[in-house]
């Protein structure tokens, strides 16, 4: 079993919708959680960063840790044609200093 | 917010021939530096830890004399990928933590022919 497993889709919305990416691991040491896009040929660019379990919204997206479960997730609302990208989830035992653990990747296009 | 660069962004190399690519964090100081690879479609996977003044840690089955790395200083870290063979080719990515958080260069897409 994969530390992180990640539904690398691809997933195909219309335009408004809301979209859920979800992630699930195995290593209960990881305390801090992220959700990264990335277009094609550029790296990575943090979308959120959440500590432990709980909820955390940023404008049209929202961030959900269930650590008791080992999931993870990212809704996206309003969905927007300059949100196809690909989402990666990340994971990490230490704030800081550490290298993250990423899932494969969920492929997004929002269709206008 | 932080920045960090990395060159080229794009590489063209012959088989056998020496490609290294840097990684600079441009406003903050980085003592720790990593290097990814990513193939399309997959995730990142970390190739190996820089750190500042010292050798740098290595994922286990990643070659460290194929792949040199050097972090020369608080703000540059180099990957040398020696003897490049086409299985090489592939997406290279450095990260810098800048306080709290993971910066990412813009990547490194190398093409063995």
């Known amino acids: 079993q994969k530390e992180v497993e990640q539904d690398p889709g691809p997933l195909s919305v219309p335009e408004g919708a809301i979209v859920s990416l979800n992630c699930t691991y195995s290593n209960s040491a990881f305390q801090y959680f992220m959700w990264y896009r990335q277009y094609s040929r550029k790296g990575p660019e943090l979308l959120m960063y959440?500590?432990?379990?709980g909820n955390k919204e940023d404008g049209r997206f929202t961030a959900q840790v269930d650590k008791s479960s080992k999931y993870i997730s990212l809704f996206i609302r309003d969905s927007q044609p300059s949100d196809s990208a690909t989402y990666l989830c990340?994971?990490?035992?230490?704030?800081?200093?550490?290298?993250?653990?990423f899932g494969k990747g969920t492929t997004l296009s929002v269709s206008s | 917010g932080a920045v960090v660069s990395q060159h080229p962004s794009r590489v063209i190399c012959k088989s056998g021939t020496s490609v290294k690519i840097e990684c600079r964090s441009l406003d903050f100081q980085a003592t720790t530096m990593f290097w990814y690879r990513q193939f399309p479609k997959q995730s990142l996977m970390l190739m190996a830890t820089?750190?500042?003044?010292?050798?740098?840690?290595?994922e286990q089955g990643v070659e460290k004399d194929k792949f040199l790395i050097n972090h020369a200083s608080l703000t540059l870290s180099t990957l040398t990928v020696t003897s490049a063979h086409p299985e090489d080719s592939s997406f290279y990515i450095c990260?810098?933590?800048?306080?709290?958080?993971?910066?990412f260069g813009q990547g490194t897409r190398l093409t063995v022919v």
């Open positions: 990340a994971m990490s035992p230490n704030q800081a200093g550490t290298a993250l653990i």
């Open positions: 820089s750190n500042e003044g010292s050798k740098a840690t290595y």
């Open positions: 990260s810098a933590f800048g306080g709290t958080e993971a910066f």
């Open positions: 959440t500590y432990s379990s």
